[in-house]
T-cell receptor, first 115, second 116 residues
Framework: SQQGEEDPQALSIQEGENATMNCSYKTSINNLQWYRQNSGRGLVHLILIRSNEREKHSGRLRVTLDTSKKSSSLLITASRAADTASYFC???????????????FGQGTILTVHP | DAGVIQSPRHEVTEMGQEVTLRCKPISGHNSLFWYRQTMMRGLELLIYFNNNVPIDDSGMPEDRFSAKMPNASFSTLKIQPSEPRDSAVYFCASLIVRNPGANVLTFGAGSRLTVL
């Protein structure tokens, strides 16, 4: 089963509105990351939040992490049509050695922003 | 920097044929990953290399799949023989391990494989 589960699976909003996507995971993590994927393209890293952090900002992005609930949220403020894409959370397990490579991705949220 | 380069971008082949996907990671990156993306299963990690050495291949679905990294600038993922259920987009990604806690991946554009 997927380590990260996003919801909603799809989100449709108007330009200027805020978009919130949620991610839940099952095991202890070292960090959680959000990636974006435009149709037909590879994934692009957006933001990383470590397990000892609760909130992080980057431009119009705000990420929160609640390790007690094993959940994270990604907020995109003042959305634009160009934000239309799929958004994935990815978790790195809290284990040593070479586990840094084992990012596990959720199924993603498809965001559509209407102009 | 040209980023992670994958080839071919699209491949259509018939069941039973051999398929070879290629990846050139970002220069200086010392870890390389192969992922597969399908609608049903999402993104799955197939295998990853650190300093050209395979570290974890537990995601490789079966013996028909093999991956090599003969040097720091090139990797291949081979499927032999291919089957229709192998149809997917295969992504290569790389990272540089400056700080193991910051494992941010840079992805290639993907290779879309269709097996008829």
């Amino acid at each position: 089963s997927q380590q990260g589960e996003e919801d909603p699976q799809a989100l449709s909003i108007q330009e200027g509105e805020n978009a919130t996507m949620n991610c839940s995971y099952k095991t202890s993590i070292n960090n959680l990351q959000w990636y974006r994927q435009n149709s037909g393209r590879g994934l692009v890293h957006l933001i990383l939040i470590r397990s000892n952090e609760r909130e992080k900002h980057s431009g119009r992005l705000r990420v929160t992490l609640d390790t007690s609930k094993k959940s994270s949220s990604l907020l995109i403020t003042a959305s634009r049509a160009a934000d239309t894409a799929s958004y994935f959370c990815a978790t790195r397990p809290n284990a040593g050695g070479t586990s840094y490579g084992k990012l596990t991705f959720g199924q993603g949220t498809i965001l559509t922003v209407h102009p | 920097d040209a980023g992670v380069i994958q080839s071919p971008r699209h491949e259509v082949t018939e069941m039973g044929q051999e398929v070879t996907l290629r990846c050139k990671p970002i220069s200086g990156h010392n870890s390389l990953f192969w992922y597969r993306q399908t609608m049903m299963r999402g993104l799955e990690l197939l295998i990853y290399f650190n300093n050209n050495v395979p570290i974890d291949d537990s995601g490789m679905p079966e013996d028909r799949f093999s991956a090599k990294m003969p040097n720091a600038s090139f990797s291949t993922l081979k499927i032999q023989p291919s089957e229709p259920r192998d149809s997917a987009v295969y992504f290569c990604a790389s990272l540089i391990v400056r700080n193991p806690g910051a494992n941010v991946l840079t992805f290639g554009a993907g290779s879309r494989l269709t097996v008829l």
